[in-house]
């Protein structure tokens, strides 16, 4: 059974709808992210979830029964927020113990849940510390281990990392996706970040303007994106104009058979899969030839921006040979291989997903 099953999710303020009809189903123990650009709605449907604010029409089940109507303290959810939300006159024991005592459990059942939860997140021996006496990581460690220690049926985070640098970004993540692992608890995860998304969840759910437009595991998003917006949203993606027409995909001066389908569409393909001449590759592709207009060495490997007749195209070479980098203002052949691209339609839908493998 779904752990957590939304229906028909509708929101709007005033005038302006945020959530257009959303369905969700998320497993038991999950790890469920959405991912979108600022303002499509993430934080509105995951307050929704929380009960911080009331949906115009819809349901939310948890375990088969419906929370909606339930207010937020009595929902059994446990949530991180951006900004920590921790009480600055609050020791972290007393921070971490405070929705334990709101729920008037005993004294020594309290005292066992902090130091477990603190010992969780890698606290232990900060029990004293006031918020103000540790940095950013730590405090939001300390949000992590309040929302952990009712031991609730979901946990909902919101962008709990957007604060700290990228190094701790890195390393508060892997912690928290550890500890996700081993509690085997439902969470719903919100952010912006394609990288981090990736990183840490089971599925992700691409939103954008109110609507879910794909929701899948990181591999299916980044690899077979089935909306434009997901493709271009999630990673580095080029997009060149194409024709399908009479049986044939026309792009510049190229036609290459592909049946089935006729119109106006994109071609899309990851940085990595475009061929430089010179780099080998067999198959069929789509050809073309670029002018080297920028090579960004990155070390393991490099960016080449290459100018063609169709528009910019993005390559990743990996372990790049010196040669190619002293090549810019050089005319290269570029490879696009077939089974490595996919078309979308002007409309975003997907006629052909890609890569295939
Ligand atoms: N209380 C409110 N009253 C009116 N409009 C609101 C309110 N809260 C959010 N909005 C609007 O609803 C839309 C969705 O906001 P929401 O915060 O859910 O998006 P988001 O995807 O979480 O974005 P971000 O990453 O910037 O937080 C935005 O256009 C926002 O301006």
Known sequence: MADLKIQGLAKSYKDVRVLESIDL?????????????????????????????????GEIIVKGERIDNKPAHKRDIGMVFQDYAIFPHLTVAENVAFGLKARSLPKSEIEARVAESLKMV???????????????????????????AIRPTLLLMDEPLSNLDAKLR?????????????????????????????AVSDR??????????????????YRKP?????????????????QLDGGRLVVGGQSIPFPGSEGAVEVAIRPENVVLAGAGGEGDAILLKGEVRKVTFLGREAHYT????????????????????????????????????????????????????
């Open 25 to 57: 189903d998320i497993a038991s123990g999950e790890f469920f992210t959405l991912l979108g650009p600022s303002g499509c709605g993430k934080t509105t449907l995951l307050r929704t979830i929380a009960g911080f604010q009331h949906q115009d029409k």
């Open 122 to 148: 890698r606290l232990d021996g900060y029990q004293n510390r006031l918020p103000a006496e540790m940095s950013g990581g730590q405090q939001q460690r300390v949000g992590l281990a309040r929302a952990m």
């Open 170 to 198: 890195i390393e508060l993540r892997e912690d928290i996706r550890d500890i996700q692992r081993r509690l085997g608890i439902t969470t719903i995860y919100v952010t912006h970040d394609q990288e981090e998304a990736l």
């Open 204 to 221: 992700i759910c691409v939103m954008n303007k109110g609507n879910v437009e794909q929701i899948g595991t990181p591999f299916e998003i």
């Open 226 to 242: 089935l909306r434009r917006f997901a493709a271009a949203f999630v990673g580095t993606m080029n997009f060149l104009p194409a």
């Open 306 to 357: 290459l100018k063609t007749d169709v528009g910019e195209i993005v390559a990743q070479v990996a372990d790049p040979e010196h040669d190619f980098i002293v090549m810019e203002g050089r005319q290269v052949e570029i490879r696009l291989p077939l089974n490595k691209i996919a078309l979308f339609r002007p409309n975003g839908d997907v006629v052909k997903a890609g890569p295939a493998r």
